[in-house]
C-alpha cells in the first residue's frame, strides 16, 4: 500500500493527486490560503474595501428594483450571504436554482431567509428528465465530479438572470476560509467538458430548462454585461460555530446535518459517492481551511477524520438509485467502473493553462471569477 504523506500545516495529503509541499512540508493548498490572506485581509482595510464595493453596487443599481444577485440553497454559507448583503443596505434578487433535490429542511430555509429579510426569491426549475440524464451521464463518466451538474446549471442560471435583470453583481456564498480550496483532481467544471460527457453518455441532446454556459457567453457576461462575482463572506470574520447559531435565532434557520447536505444529491456524492468509489473524503478541505483561518486545531480535525468515517444513510443511497431510474445492477456498475478523471474527456485545460497569467491578473482585478484563479492557478 502507498505511504500517505500529511501536510504539516492541515490536514490534506497525497490522495490529492496534484497536491505538493514545500520544504517545511507544507502543502500548496496552504499556500494558496495565505495568498488569498493578502489579497484579502480582515480587520480595516477589509471594512474599507467592503464599504466602497457596497458604494460600486449600490451605484450600478440606482433607479433599478435590484442591485445584486445571490444564490441561495438553504444552506448556510448562500443564506448568511443573503443576510450580508441585506444589512450592508443592498437590494438582492434571490435566486434558486431547483435540480429535483431539495430537501424539505432546504426549501423552509429559503422561505423563511427571504420571508424575514423582504427579499423576492426568483426560482428555476430544472426539467427533471433533462437534468436526470445529465447527472446519470456524469456517473457513468466515472470522474469525481458527479455534482458538477448542478454547479454547472447554477452558474447558468446566475449569470444568466443577471443579464436579463441588467444586474452588474452577483454574490457567491463560498468562503477560503471555511471552505478551502478543492483540489483539481477531486472536482474540475467547464463547458466544454461538461458537452463532451453529456455527448458521450447523455440521451437528451439539447436542454431547456436551464441555459448552457459556454467559454464565450461567460466571456459575453463578464466583458460586454460588465457582470462581476463577488464572495462578500472574504471580506468578514465569517465563523461556523457562530453563524449557525445566529442564524437559528435571526431567520429560523435549521442546520441539515453536514456540509451541502440540504441537497440530497450531494449528500449522497459527498459521504457515498465519493468517499466509496474513490476514497476522497470532502471533508478534508473543509477542515482544512478552517485550521488555516484558526477556527478549529490540527489536532481536532485530525482526531474527527480518523475516528468518525464519513457516514451515510442506505436510505437516501436508495433513495438516489430510485430517483435516477437505476436498477441496483446498473448503479453497481457505475460504482465499479474503471477510475477516470477530466484528463480523459475534452476539456478547456490546456487553453486555462496557456491563459494563467491573464487569468490570474484579470481575476485580480476583479474582471473574472475567482473560480478561475483558485483552481487553476499552480
Known amino acids: 500500500m ?15 493527486d496534484d497536491i505538493w509541499f514545500d520544504d517545511h512540508m507544507v502543502c500548496k493548498y496552504c499556500h494558496f490560503h495565505d495568498e488569498m490572506e493578502k489579497q484579502h485581509p480582515l480587520g480595516d482595510k477589509a471594512e474599507k474595501i467592503l464599504n466602497e464595493l457596497v458604494a ?10 435590484y442591485d445584486c444577485v445571490v444564490g441561495v440553497s ?29 430537501s424539505d429542511i432546504s426549501v423552509r430555509n ?15 426549475v430544472a426539467d427533471w428528465e433533462e437534468f436526470k440524464d445529465l ?28 443579464s436579463k435583470e441588467k444586474i452588474k ?5 463560498h468562503s477560503f476560509r471555511t471552505e478551502g480550496t478543492s483540489p483539481i483532481s477531486w472536482t474540475y467544471m467547464d463547458p466544454v467538458y461538461v458537452r463532451d ?23 459575453y457576461y463578464i ?27 435571526e431567520l429560523n434557520w435549521t442546520y441539515y446535518g453536514g456540509h451541502h447536505h440540504e441537497n440530497y444529491y450531494t449528500r449522497f456524492f459527498q459521504s457515498y459517492y465519493l468517499p466509496k468509489k474513490f476514497n476522497i473524503d470532502k471533508r478534508k478541505t473543509e477542515l482544512s481551511a478552517l485550521i488555516r483561518s484558526g477556527q478549529i486545531t490540527r489536532e481536532a480535525a485530525l482526531k474527527e477524520i480518523a475516528t468518525e468515517p464519513y457516514s451515510y444513510e442506505e436510505k437516501n443511497v436508495e433513495y438516489v438509485i430510485n430517483k435516477l431510474g437505476l436498477s441496483r445492477n446498473e448503479f453497481d456498475q457505475i460504482m465499479n467502473a474503471k477510475l477516470q478523471t477530466h484528463k480523459d474527456y475534452r476539456t478547456l485545460l490546456s487553453l486555462i493553462k496557456f491563459l494563467k497569467g491573464p487569468i490570474r491578473l484579470f481575476t485580480r482585478l476583479h474582471l473574472l471569477p475567482h473560480i478561475l484563479y483558485l483552481k487553476y492557478a499552480s
Open 135 to 162: 447527472q446519470i451521464s456524469f456517473l457513468k463518466a466515472s470522474t469525481p465530479d458527479a455534482d458538477v451538474p448542478a454547479d454547472y446549471a447554477i452558474y447558468s442560471v446566475l449569470y444568466s438572470v443577471a
Open 74 to 102: 438553504g444552506g448556510r454559507d448562500s443564506t448568511f450571504t443573503l443576510y450580508t448583503a441585506v444589512k450592508l443596505g443592498l437590494r438582492p434578487l434571490a435566486v434558486h436554482f431547483d435540480n429535483g433535490w431539495n
Open 197 to 219: 460527457v453529456h455527448h458521450k453518455f447523455g440521451k437528451i441532446k439539447k436542454f431547456t430548462s436551464f441555459p448552457h454556459m459556454t467559454l464565450f457567453k461567460l466571456l
Open 2 to 16: 502507498k505511504e500517505i504523506t500529511l501536510c504539516s500545516r492541515c490536514i490534506l495529503d497525497t490522495t490529492v
Open 223 to 249: 466583458f460586454i454585461k460588465n457582470i462581476k462575482e463577488k464572495r462578500i463572506l472574504e471580506y468578514i470574520d465569517y465563523k461556523k460555530t457562530e453563524v449557525d447559531s445566529f442564524l437559528t435565532k
Open 169 to 173: 453583481y452577483i454574490f457567491n456564498g
Open 110 to 124: 429559503i422561505k423563511n431567509a427571504c420571508e424575514k429579510l423582504n427579499v423576492d426569491l426568483f426560482t428555476i
Open 56 to 65: 460600486k453596487i449600490k451605484r450600478s443599481g440606482k433607479n433599478k428594483k
